[in-house]
């Protein structure tokens, strides 16, 4: 049903789409974020729309993805190209369902980084529809998928609008450093031994937490809760609500991802912690951050890394004032892109019950049609 691209390049344009194992998050079947191909050094694989991306690091995780346009992706990431009268999302089905992962788990190899290889995945035998079933179901699938696109591209515009709000208002504006708006500071480490634990009702999150779905728009839960006396007492930091961060060190800063605090929350030592001083706009706060390149600031060596000075020294407008009517548009946009984006949850679950009500009984086997 499909074939692997072996193809590999060194050399792709540095302003190419690319994709990282960091830009898919668990269980969301599109990429969760893009970067550049200027973004990573090394060989890529080239992609095109409609190729089905696994994430072969940890396969448990469940990074499984549609590319809706051609790019480049890390070799941690195999790409799968729907054979003729196979539909991406039909492929897509397959290789994200419990049958599929649960092998790629099984065979996967390495104690502390597991990978799959290309050949277990291509060698998994599975009981399909006719051909004429596949075609109808691949219709369906696509007419859902089509509605998230749809819904897709109005997030990138409000993404676009974002941007203008922020390029018209800081026009001709004076600069001043980010210190002078907020206090720089970084998170504190979660300790192993209470990672995971759910026992108050105060987040502390890790940077893995950033890419799951609840958390793509402002922070909302972590793994771990606790009472807020027990994260002061394992020498941790409640952030106030408002609060911007973002990943401090490694691949991650090169992400360029960004995030407001929904709730007051701890964050672990990978995070910078940006807090906005009192008349300071927490949404325009993030919003001029938003369009700042980290990868800028970032200190030369082996591993990325932000220096809270530098970052403290960053040239922001001065413009950012709590109340306004831009921070409630800004405000809006955020809130209404976390909205287009559970409307596409919500029509990922639709297609999952298509798939359930249309595949024969018993797909899913070693038995059958390969």
């Not at 050094?41 to 940890?58: I, N, Q, Y």
């Not at 390149?293 to 932000?306: E, I, N």
């Not at 020294?313 to 409630?328: C, I, K, Q, R």
Request: hydrophobic share 40%; with cysteine; aromatic share 4%.
């Amino acid at each position: 049903m499909a074939e692997l691209v072996s193809a590999k390049r060194s050399d792709p344009p540095t302003d190419a789409p690319y994709l990282g194992l960091e830009h898919l998050a668990s269980k969301l079947d599109v990429p969760a974020a893009w970067g550049e191909a200027r973004d990573t050094t090394g060989t890529v694989v080239p992609f095109e729309a409609g190729d089905v991306l696994f994430g072969r690091l940890r396969p448990y995780l469940r990074k499984v993805a549609v590319a809706d346009r051609a790019g480049f992706c890390s070799p941690e990431i195999l790409v799968f190209r729907p054979r003729q009268g196979v539909s991406s999302r039909f492929l897509h089905t397959l290789l994200s369902s419990d049958h599929v992962i649960q092998h790629a788990v099984a065979v996967s190899t390495g104690s502390r980084m597991p990978r799959t290889a290309a050949r277990d995945i291509l060698t998994i035998r599975l009981r399909a529809p006719e051909t004429e079933e596949i075609a109808k179901l691949g219709a369906r699938l696509d007419a859902v998928s089509e509605h998230q696109a749809t819904l897709s591209d109005e997030s990138s515009h409000l993404a676009k609008l974002r941007r203008s709000l922020v390029a018209s208002q800081s026009a001709g504006c004076d600069r001043i450093p980010l210190g002078s708006l907020a206090s720089v500071t970084q998170g504190k480490s979660l300790p192993k031994a209470v990672q995971g634990r759910r026992t108050g009702s105060v987040s502390w999150f890790k940077i893995a937490d950033m890419t799951t779905a609840k958390n793509l728009f402002g922070y909302t839960a972590a793994a771990t809760q606790l009472d807020s006396t027990e994260i002061v007492r394992l020498g941790g930091r409640v952030a106030p609500l408002g609060s911007v961060v973002f990943p401090r060190v490694g691949a991650a800063v090169l992400t360029e991802k960004k995030r407001i605090l929904d709730v007051d929350a701890a964050v672990d030592e990978n995070h910078i912690v940006v807090t906005p001083r009192p008349g300071v706009s927490p949404e325009e706060l993030l919003a001029c951050l938003e369009v700042l390149y980290l990868s800028d600031y970032v200190q030369s060596g082996a591993v990325p890394s932000l220096n809270l000075k530098l970052v403290g020294s960053m040239s922001m407008p001065s413009w950012l004032t709590a109340g306004d009517v831009l921070e409630g548009a800004l405000a809006a946009t955020r809130q209404h892109a976390r909205a287009l984006f559970a409307e596409r949850e919500a029509l990922g679950r639709v297609r999952e019950a298509i798939v359930s009500a249309t595949l024969a009984p018993g797909w899913g086997t070693d038995q059958g049609a390969a």
